[in-house]
Structure formats: C-alpha cells, structure tokens
C-alpha cells in the first residue's frame, strides 16, 4: 500500500527540527517533507510557495502556531489537494490590534537585541517543567538564530497579515486533529476548542504538562495523537 505523505509546518522562529521526533516516528511510514518559513513575508506568498514545494497529488498537512496559520492558508486554497488536516497549538483567529502592536515591539527590539527577544519568548513557548532541559531550550535557541532576525521579522509580518479563519473551519472535509498543549500560554486551549467546534468531525486532544511546542515537548503523546490521525487515511 501507498501512505500518504505528510507535509509538516514549523512555527515562528522554528525550522525543520520542531518536527523531528515525528519524522522519526512516522516518516518510514508516512514520508515527511517540511517547509521553512522563509524568506516570503505573506501568508499568500507563504503558500503559494509551501504548495509548490508539497508532495505531488494528495498530502496529509499539520502545522503548528504559525505553522497552522500557513495550513488554513494552504487548505482554503487547495482544499483538493489536502487529504487530512492537523492543527496544532494554534488558532483559526486574526491577529489583534494589541497582538500586532506587541509584534512590531518586538521587531523593532529585535534589531538591537534580537537574542533579548529570543529570551523573552522563551517561557511561552515552554512550558515551565521544560525550562530546565537544557537539551530542549538549545534546540529552540538554535533554531530561532539559524531563522535569523531577518527571517523572524518576515514571519511576524506574515503573522500579522493572516486572514480570520473561522468561517472556512466548516468547509473543512478532510479528516482533522486539533491538539494543544494544556498549558499552552500564546494559543491556550480555547482556541483549539473553537477550532474542534467549528470542523465537522475533528478530533481534539489536549496533551497534559505541556506548553506551545508540543512536538518537541511531548513528542510520545503527539506522535501517538499524529499516527492515529493518519491511521485513518489507510483504513
């Protein structure tokens, strides 16, 4: 049999590594290609260019925090070619007046102290247990500098453009996983519970100790939630 490939978004300031424990996991499987965020500086432009790259045909498509965003980008666009759909740690909401405003603090602090605002971020995207895993806080140091401030600026700026995504949740037929981390502090659980709410036949899991990288966090939970979710494209 032929398993459909999966097509895995990071989030801000991530690379390909936020999804290594489910290209372990499941790429043998199902095959794993990631897309990085970068250099376009619009959702539009985002998935124009993350569809060029996807595989051909069908695709399984997850996406986490931005990641996400991109993927009801991705999904309204190209509804044909998504055969199943998970969101992760993220929301179908528009950026608010007050989230932009503390994003353009940002940028602009970034351009003096960018490992300031690297530091500052830190604490909500882990959740406070992983604090201390140095292993796992130099994974998404790393990450963030090989993104660069340039390209955080772009992602930020593509964040702060992105459509409102909740009147297209009830076009959405594939099969779809919402997942978030039960302490996640930048899209907490409400957000993922209006997600479920608004798609047909959606899955929520809630994974416990777990802040906004939930992959890398609690990768054995998400791996289980992920290789369910695509279970159901070889039934």
Do not use: K
Not at 61 to 87: D, F, H, N, Q, T
Not at 173 to 201: K, N, Y
Request: glycine share 6%.
């Amino acid at each position: 049999m032929q398993h459909v490939p999966l097509l895995a978004l990071p989030g801000l300031l991530c690379d390909e590594r936020l999804w290594q424990p489910q290209v372990a996991a499941l790429g043998a499987r199902h095959p794993v290609t990631t897309f990085p965020l970068t250099p376009q500086r619009s959702m539009a432009e985002l998935a124009t260019a993350a569809l060029a790259r996807a595989p051909a045909g069908r695709f399984a498509l997850a996406g986490l925090s931005m990641g996400g965003y991109l993927a009801l980008e991705i999904v309204r666009r190209a509804p044909e070619r998504v055969a199943a759909l998970a969101l992760l740690d993220t929301s179908a909401r528009p950026d608010t007046p007050e989230a932009s405003e503390a994003r353009r603090s940002a940028i602009a602090r970034s351009a003096s102290d960018f490992d300031g605002v690297v530091d500052a971020l830190m604490p909500r995207l882990l959740h406070p247990a992983h604090l201390d895993d140095a292993a796992l806080v130099a994974t998404v140091r790393a990450m963030a500098h090989d993104v660069g401030r340039d390209g955080y600026v772009g992602q930020q700026e593509a964040i702060m453009g992105r459509a409102d995504s909740r009147p297209a949740l009830a076009q959405i037929r594939c099969p779809a996983l919402v997942l978030c981390g039960r302490d996640d502090a930048l899209t907490p659980l409400e957000l993922h519970e209006e997600m479920h709410a608004g798609i047909a036949g959606s899955r929520l899991v809630v994974v416990e100790r777990c802040g906004h990288l939930s992959t890398i966090e609690r990768p054995d939970e998400v791996n289980d939630a992920l290789g369910r979710w695509l279970a159901a494209l070889d039934a």
